[in-house]
């Protein structure tokens, strides 16, 4: 096993003042069909950011287990997690058009209703939108590693972060990280066990739970011999 690495000085910047953006908007190409699904379909299965609370049962029209995924990427696992899992809602949040428009055709196409979608800043709907012991669960699939040393600061699981999502989860609820980048699964890991509230649900590393979809990026990697590491820790009773 590798050596956990020390963990930095908490950071003690108030979230509600400042963060930093853990991603870059870049201008991807949009395809018509992603820009048509992102013109009709957001109406519906979307939710507008808004600097106030809002109920997660009423915008899903029903009380069923709610788990927050940040970061959905193109949304192929989104769908198919949320395909899979009909007892439970999932509220998936993704700053790049091109990825929310194709989540959006994956929606209409396998006529998914228990996903919707905020196009905003995570740190800022955690923040301002989403009530203490709201949420079952939390997915973090495979987020930006910012391999370069100087962009680490970017990494989006940080402790400031990672407390301020602990206090949205309901006792016993779980922070799912997936990355296939060892140095940010070692960094990863240190923040998750050094927060109080939560505890691992493995020694360390944690076997890739059936939920979780192999993307084709990760099988390709694994046939290369690639690593991949996954996380689970549960909210302290």
């Given at each position: 096993?590798?050596?956990?690495?020390?963990?930095?000085?908490?950071?003690?910047?108030d979230l509600s003042k400042r963060h930093i953006r853990s991603y870059v908007l870049r201008q991807g190409r949009v395809s018509p069909a992603q820009q048509r699904a992102c013109d009709t379909l957001l109406p519906r299965?979307?939710?507008?950011?808004?600097?106030?609370?809002?109920?997660?049962?009423?915008?899903?029209?029903?009380?069923?287990?709610?788990?927050?995924?940040?970061?959905f990427g193109m949304g192929d696992s989104t769908a198919a997690i949320a395909?899979?899992?009909?007892?439970?809602?999932?509220?998936?949040?993704?700053?790049?058009?091109?990825?929310?428009?194709?989540?959006?055709?994956?929606?209409?196409?396998?006529?998914?209703?228990?996903?919707?979608?905020?196009?905003?800043?995570?740190?800022?709907?955690?923040?301002?939108?989403?009530?203490?012991?709201?949420?079952?669960?939390?997915?973090?699939?495979?987020?930006?590693?910012?391999?370069?040393?100087?962009?680490?600061?970017?990494?989006?699981?940080?402790?400031?972060?990672i407390a301020q999502l602990a206090q949205k989860l309901k006792h016993g609820g779980y922070i799912h990280v997936a990355t296939d980048w060892q140095?940010?699964?070692e960094q990863v890991l240190a923040v998750l066990s050094a927060e109080p509230l939560l505890e691992n649900t493995a020694a360390d590393y944690a076997p890739r739970p059936a939920y979780r979809p192999l993307t084709k990026f990760e099988?390709?990697?694994?046939?290369?011999?690639?690593?991949?590491?996954?996380?689970?820790?549960?909210?302290?009773?």
């Open positions: 096993m590798n050596r956990m690495p020390d963990i930095p000085k908490p950071d003690t910047t299965f979307g939710i507008s950011y808004a600097a106030q609370p809002f109920e997660l049962a009423q915008a899903f029209g029903r009380d069923a287990p709610k788990i927050l995924e940040i970061g395909l899979a899992h009909p007892e439970n809602d999932y509220l998936a949040l993704e700053v790049h058009t091109p990825g929310v428009g194709n989540l959006l055709k994956l929606i209409d196409a396998q006529k998914i209703g228990n996903v919707r979608i905020i196009r905003h800043d995570a740190v800022e709907v955690l923040r301002d939108m989403l009530g203490d012991a709201t949420l079952d669960g939390v997915h973090i699939f495979f987020p930006d590693p910012w391999h370069k040393a100087r962009h680490n600061k970017r990494r989006l699981i940080q402790a400031p972060f140095d940010y699964a099988k390709r990697g694994i046939n290369l011999g690639h690593g991949v590491w996954d996380m689970v820790f549960k909210k302290r009773p």
